[in-house]
């Protein structure tokens, strides 16, 4: 699938046995060792990872900084959807709803921070999807932050903002569905 006019998505494998897997079982009701991903399990399926939307919203064409972040949380075990630059937030929106991700983290270095975030939550909220975690990073002055959690942004992550804090605040902050019902064998 297609966001935007020029740039397809770009999905970024996930590693089964890093940080961003839920440690709980999901077919043993929660009961397996911390340390197992459930991977090795017989008769379990791996947990899912927590699902990450990389955006860049506006006409900002500097994606080094968030393409070093989708990295580093698919080297943590996310699985991050990249959508490219100069996504509109009705588009930013529609791909998290599409890619059924768990949050969305907005990169700008343009200023445009104080329109764009908020309208990326608002179009979410438009689709009935609020439940999506939005934060944020990129050259955001000090004096906007407050203004932008008013607004429902999550976190926000300026420049310097080590990448292991980062990871850990996905981890604390957005949680994979562990609650998948058990398959339903055919008749």
Request: glycine share 12%.
């Amino acid at each position: 699938m297609i966001h935007g006019t020029t740039v397809p998505l770009q999905r970024l494998s996930w590693n089964p046995f890093k940080s961003c897997v839920p440690q709980a079982g999901i077919w043993d009701g929660g009961t397996q060792d911390a340390g197992d991903t459930g991977n090795t399990r017989a008769g379990s399926l791996p947990a899912m990872p927590i699902r990450i939307l990389i955006a860049k919203p506006g006409l900002d064409g500097h994606d080094r900084g968030a393409k070093v972040v989708a990295r580093a949380l698919r080297d943590a075990g996310c699985e991050v959807i990249y959508t490219g630059l100069h996504q509109t937030p009705d588009q930013i929106a529609q791909a998290a709803i599409d890619e059924d991700v768990h949050g969305v983290g907005l990169s700008t270095l343009s200023g445009a921070h104080l329109t764009l975030f908020p309208r990326v939550i608002s179009a979410l909220e438009a689709r009935d999807a609020s439940d999506i975690v939005v934060f944020g990073g990129g050259i955001i002055p000090e004096e906007d932050i407050p203004a932008l959690e008013a607004a429902g942004v999550s976190a926000v992550f300026g420049p310097g903002t080590h990448l292991d804090e980062i990871e850990q605040w996905v981890k604390d902050h957005l949680k994979a569905d562990t609650t998948q019902e058990e398959p339903v064998e055919g008749p």
